[in-house]
């Protein structure tokens, strides 16, 4: 029977299922944006409140209360098509083009080879090709399908995933359907490393999973499921299960190659183990593995269009649409180098100082540093900082999450600086305050000590 104060809990999560049905199904899209300001800002404040009474809940109400949460959560984003993101559209074609027997990796989608597996859903007819989320071909055809005239950019673990998500629908629903078995197992896991802990609920209960991972269905939840599975096997020492995992995760999205170093934090202080190895070994491995088939059919063109979008989305030198902050600091030309030797010495860090118990610890670490530094538009890449919060629950990295999705409605580079400078004080600021508060005590009761010693 739930306690006052677990139902209080319960009422404040229904409220924020409520309130993310609503953001959902008519708080905005990507071409009208303004609704979603208000509607976001709600989202975050119930969020917070629900974790707050969370903590007053009674240990035994907190993994029913957590998941229960996270499948209505997760359910809010299954209520209406997808509304800030096209990139599912791809996923549904690429899973279509492997289902008849083709690579994603040979044929662009506007390609008059594929004119057989085209619909309505994906290229309508008669509507004008006016909403947020159409464009014409070269061709002068309708489509769904972001950058309909290049090759696809998803890893061959994502492209699996596709394949396998395609006879359970075939559409844009049934991405969405896969996100949200995907957002719910994740906490699952989450639960189960953390051994029922409700930091889980930091993930289960986050907006951005309705938003990121369920109604945009971004393949970044399966990366972030699979890198949560991996950094656990790794911290009960099942190396070679956990550097599997995390080499299935790197061949999903590559960012979560970012966690590899969590799972082997301490390397450099200490003589390497086994279990070092086997992590790294494994990772790798499964990773060359992942490619192999596809390498087969299409041969150097399984990196698709992964060249293209770096230079489009500003990695390069003479084209920066990332580094914000850096780029107050240092000149353009050299900031690219800048953050790399900033996310290097991060890294020498983690393999020197990192706790090999705790492997999401230096995982987030240099995740979110790696964010913070790249600042980019996509908050659903910050799904992977969300999954390392809930597992080692220093909050405040949530703010990088959050300052890509300001960035992703604003847009600019003033929006840049501003939201992720934000960021990255709310991640310097938090832990020197934990710091003071915890030392508090500890210099009342030095100063009490004399006290105690009069007779």
């Given at each position: 029977?739930?306690?006052r104060?677990?139902?209080?809990?319960?009422?404040a999560?229904?409220?924020?299922?409520?309130?993310?049905?609503?953001?959902?199904?008519?708080?905005g899209?990507?071409?009208d944006?303004?609704?979603?300001?208000?509607?976001?800002?709600?989202?975050?404040?119930?969020?917070?409140?629900a974790l707050?009474?969370?903590?007053?809940?009674?240990?035994?109400?907190?993994?029913?209360?957590?998941?229960?949460?996270?499948?209505?959560?997760?359910?809010?984003?299954?209520?209406?098509?997808?509304?800030t993101?096209?990139?599912?559209?791809?996923?549904?074609?690429?899973?279509?083009?492997?289902?008849?027997?083709?690579?994603?990796?040979?044929?662009?989608?506007?390609?008059?080879?594929?004119?057989?597996?085209?619909?309505?859903?994906?290229?309508?007819?008669?509507?004008?090709?006016?909403?947020?989320?159409?464009?014409?071909?070269?061709?002068?055809?309708?489509?769904?399908?972001?950058?309909?005239?290049?090759?696809?950019?998803?890893?061959?673990?994502?492209?699996?995933?596709?394949?396998?998500?395609?006879?359970?629908?075939?559409?844009?629903?049934?991405?969405?359907?896969?996100?949200?078995?995907?957002?719910?197992?994740?906490t699952?896991?989450?639960?189960?490393?953390?051994?029922?802990?409700?930091?889980?609920?930091?993930?289960?209960?986050?907006?951005?999973?309705?938003?990121?991972?369920?109604?945009?269905?971004?393949?970044?939840?399966?990366?972030?499921?699979?890198?949560?599975a991996?950094?656990?096997?790794?911290?009960?020492?099942?190396?070679?299960?956990?550097?599997?995992l995390?080499?299935?995760?790197?061949?999903?999205?590559?960012?979560?190659?970012?966690?590899?170093?969590?799972?082997?934090?301490?390397?450099?202080?200490?003589?390497?183990?086994?279990?070092?190895?086997?992590?790294?070994?494994?990772?790798?491995?499964?990773?060359?593995?992942?490619?192999?088939?596809?390498?087969?059919?299409?041969?150097?063109?399984?990196?698709?269009?992964?060249?293209?979008?770096?230079?489009?989305?500003?990695?390069?030198?003479?084209?920066?649409?990332?580094?914000?902050?850096?780029?107050?600091?240092?000149?353009?030309?050299?900031?690219?180098?800048?953050?790399?030797?900033?996310?290097?010495?991060?890294?020498?860090?983690?393999?020197?100082?990192?706790?090999?118990?705790r492997?999401?610890?230096?995982?987030?670490?240099?995740?979110?540093?790696?964010?913070?530094?790249?600042?980019?538009?996509?908050?659903?890449y910050?799904?992977?900082?969300?999954?390392?919060?809930?597992?080692?629950?220093?909050?405040?990295?949530?703010?990088?999450?959050?300052?890509?999705?300001?960035?992703?409605?604003?847009?600019?580079p003033?929006?840049?600086r501003?939201?992720?400078a934000?960021?990255?004080?709310?991640?310097?600021?938090?832990?020197?305050?934990?710091?003071l508060?915890?030392?508090?005590?500890?210099?009342?009761?030095?100063g009490?000590?004399?006290?105690?010693?009069?007779?």
């Amino acid at each position: 029977m739930l306690t006052r104060t677990s139902l209080t809990c319960a009422l404040a999560v229904a409220a924020l299922a409520v309130a993310l049905a609503l953001t959902v199904t008519g708080g905005g899209t990507l071409a009208d944006r303004s609704p979603l300001y208000d509607w976001y800002t709600l989202d975050a404040a119930l969020f917070v409140l629900a974790l707050l009474l969370l903590r007053k809940v009674s240990r035994r109400h907190v993994v029913p209360l957590v998941l229960t949460g996270s499948v209505l959560v997760a359910a809010a984003g299954l209520l209406a098509p997808p509304r800030t993101s096209d990139d599912a559209y791809r996923y549904v074609w690429d899973g279509r083009v492997q289902a008849a027997g083709l690579s994603p990796y040979a044929y662009t989608p506007d390609d008059p080879a594929l004119v057989r597996l085209r619909d309505a859903g994906l290229f309508p007819v008669g509507d004008g090709c006016a909403t947020w989320d159409e464009r014409r071909t070269a061709a002068g055809d309708c489509t769904r399908i972001n950058r309909p005239a290049v090759h696809t950019v998803y890893p061959p673990v994502a492209e699996a995933w596709f394949l396998a998500a395609h006879p359970f629908g075939g559409g844009v629903r049934g991405a969405q359907a896969a996100g949200a078995l995907l957002a719910v197992a994740t906490t699952g896991v989450l639960l189960a490393v953390g051994r029922g802990s409700r930091r889980a609920a930091l993930w289960g209960w986050c907006p951005g999973v309705t938003v990121w991972a369920v109604n945009d269905a971004h393949v970044d939840t399966l990366g972030a499921l699979l890198m949560v599975a991996g950094l656990g096997c790794a911290a009960r020492r099942r190396a070679g299960a956990g550097g599997a995992l995390l080499g299935a995760a790197v061949a999903t999205k590559l960012l979560p190659a970012l966690a590899l170093p969590g799972a082997v934090s301490g390397l450099l202080a200490r003589r390497p183990t086994k279990g070092d190895l086997t992590v790294l070994a494994a990772a790798l491995g499964t990773f060359l593995l992942a490619y192999l088939p596809y390498v087969a059919v299409s041969g150097s063109g399984v990196l698709g269009y992964l060249p293209g979008y770096l230079r489009e989305e500003g990695y390069e030198q003479g084209h920066l649409d990332r580094f914000g902050l850096l780029r107050v600091v240092v000149p353009d030309r050299w900031a690219a180098w800048a953050a790399a030797l900033a996310l290097g010495a991060v890294v020498l860090w983690v393999l020197r100082r990192g706790d090999p118990h705790r492997p999401w610890r230096g995982a987030l670490l240099v995740t979110g540093t790696a964010l913070l530094l790249v600042a980019p538009s996509y908050p659903w890449y910050g799904l992977l900082v969300v999954a390392l919060v809930a597992l080692d629950g220093r909050w405040e990295w949530l703010a990088v999450p959050a300052a890509g999705q300001a960035l992703y409605l604003v847009g600019g580079p003033q929006a840049q600086r501003t939201a992720y400078a934000a960021a990255l004080a709310c991640v310097l600021v938090v832990p020197a305050l934990r710091r003071l508060v915890s030392a508090a005590p500890v210099r009342s009761a030095r100063g009490a000590a004399p006290e105690m010693t009069k007779p």
